[in-house]
């Protein structure tokens, strides 16, 4: 999938514990976007951010959700105190964006978490 | 939130049929964008459109971006096995280019 990685695929959590999942954007790439998929629906956007900056986290939960990208090393969706219904596939991409700001997005393989 | 009507929901066709589907939205948009998705996987990329009345081939693959910039269409023709899986259209918003907008997708089934 172009070159974005995504780890772990899979994540296994029990209810109240942490989930990290990392996204390393395709090489020249400084946008990246979070979405959550869950079965049989669409991707739902979550945060868009640049290195250091979050854009926009209008998709974001209030609480227990948040997001980072570093000026060195991967994007970080960090989720506190999972519970249940945060089960579902989480997908990073990242976009190459010119100057004109339009683009496309490239996404990675994807990462399932799993609450117990 | 910004809508993507994306129809139909799910198609059953035979091998080596054509198969339409389409993308409206109340907005304008800067860009179409059109993804497949295969179980288990991330979207990939199939077709990306920039401009309006734009018609982009790719392989057996079709796209239009519409005149008034509120839709788009991706063919596909004399389809095989391998084209099963979920195809989603993606726009991204003339005026807030920060997000691109992504359609509930279209489920392919191809029997042989």
């Known amino acids: 999938n172009a070159g974005v990685m995504q780890n772990p695929r899979h994540l296994v959590r029990r209810r109240g514990q942490e989930a990290r999942l990392r996204c390393s954007p395709m090489k020249g790439h400084s946008h990246v976007y979070w979405y959550r998929q869950l079965p049989e629906e669409g991707l739902k956007f979550m945060v868009y951010l640049q290195k250091e900056n979050i854009i926009d986290e209008s998709g974001m939960p209030k609480e227990r959700f948040s997001a980072e990208f570093p000026k060195e090393g991967p994007s970080i969706l960090r989720i506190q105190q999972v519970v249940r219904g945060d089960s579902a596939a989480y997908f990073c991409?990242?976009?190459?964006?010119?100057?004109?700001?339009?683009?496309?997005?490239?996404f990675g393989e994807g990462s399932r978490l799993t609450v117990l | 939130g910004q809508q993507l009507n994306q129809s139909p929901q799910s198609m059953f066709i035979q091998e080596g049929e054509d198969v339409s589907m389409n993308c409206t939205s109340s907005s304008i948009f800067n860009t179409w964008l059109w993804y497949k998705q295969d179980p288990g996987e991330g979207p990939v990329l199939l077709i990306a459109l920039y401009k309006a009345g734009e018609l982009t081939s790719n392989g057996r693959l079709t796209a239009q971006f519409g005149i008034t910039r509120k839709d788009s269409f991706l063919n596909i023709s004399a389809s095989i096995p391998s084209d099963v899986g979920i195809y989603f259209c993606a726009g991204q918003h003339l005026y807030n280019f920060n997000k691109f907008y992504f359609g509930s997708g279209t489920k392919l089934n191809v029997k042989p």
């Open positions: 991409a990242s976009s190459p964006r010119d100057r004109t700001n339009t683009g496309e997005l490239f």
